[in-house]
């Protein structure tokens, strides 16, 4: 319901920014570039644009909004003092971490239909793998949430962990165009995974290593939300 009052302003930013990348990107450099991967640039960008686009809308839902439910406006207390506990909480939490990040998708998918960028119905496939993004990246936010003093804490977690994710995880380039040890480390990192399975589904082409993927990323999940449980749990309940 607080939500619905500032969706327009919502959806803008979740909305402009990934558009601006696939148009100044897309068809900018894309123009130079031409195809990377077998696949114009402005579909490949699209591809990796729709997974960044999910981590970082379920990543600042998870920080910046629960913080504020979290402490400033106290409404973890008040929900807590009915029957449901931590647990509860946080798990509607992620789920609301990852609907934002689905509609975020969504949005970005449409922009590359119209731009041209994918066609045919396999690419409507990525929608619960997006979910699933954003499942992913809300569990180690809510960590940070749960730790964080103040809202600046959360600089930490964009500048040494999505930053360099954005970057180097094969949103701009293929990481096999990275020096092989970094291409080790990058695959130790959840939006590699979360790229190496939308983009063949966003592109029309052939899936290889479903599961491993998914299980990357439903280990941070997981992981992600047992910690918070219990780090909020001890914040909270002292």
Not at 32 to 51: C, D, K, V
Not at 66 to 77: G, H, I, K, L, Y
Request: hydrophobic residues 55%; aromatic residues 12%; charged residues 10%.
């Amino acid at each position: 319901m607080v939500w619905r009052k500032l969706m327009f302003a919502s959806i803008t930013i979740n909305f402009g920014e990934p558009f601006l990348y696939l148009l100044g990107l897309g068809f900018g450099l894309g123009f130079f570039i031409g195809e990377m991967a077998g696949m114009p640039y402005l579909t490949f960008l699209a591809t990796g644009i729709i997974a960044a686009s999910a981590m970082q809308t379920a990543t600042f839902e998870a920080m910046y909004s629960v913080f504020t439910r979290m402490v400033p406006q106290n409404t973890f207390e008040s929900q807590l003092a009915t029957p449901l506990e931590v647990d509860d909480v946080l798990a509607g939490e992620m789920l609301w971490c990852a609907s934002k990040a689905t509609l975020s998708g969504v949005a970005i998918l449409t922009v590359a239909y119209l731009l041209g960028a994918v066609e045919g119905l396999q690419p409507l496939l990525v929608i619960p793998v997006v979910f699933v993004i954003g499942l992913c990246f809300a569990g180690p936010a809510l960590i940070m949430t749960a730790l964080s003093p103040n809202y600046d804490f959360f600089v930490y977690y964009q500048t040494l962990a999505l930053t360099p994710m954005f970057l180097m995880c094969g949103v701009f380039y293929p990481i096999d165009t990275l020096p092989e040890i970094m291409q080790g480390v990058v695959q130790l990192l959840p939006l590699t995974h979360a790229v190496a399975l939308v983009r063949p589904l966003v592109a029309g082409l052939e899936v290889s290593g479903v599961w491993l993927h998914l299980a990357v990323m439903a280990a941070y999940a997981v992981v992600g939300y047992y910690v918070a449980v219990v780090l909020v749990r001890k914040r909270l309940l002292k």
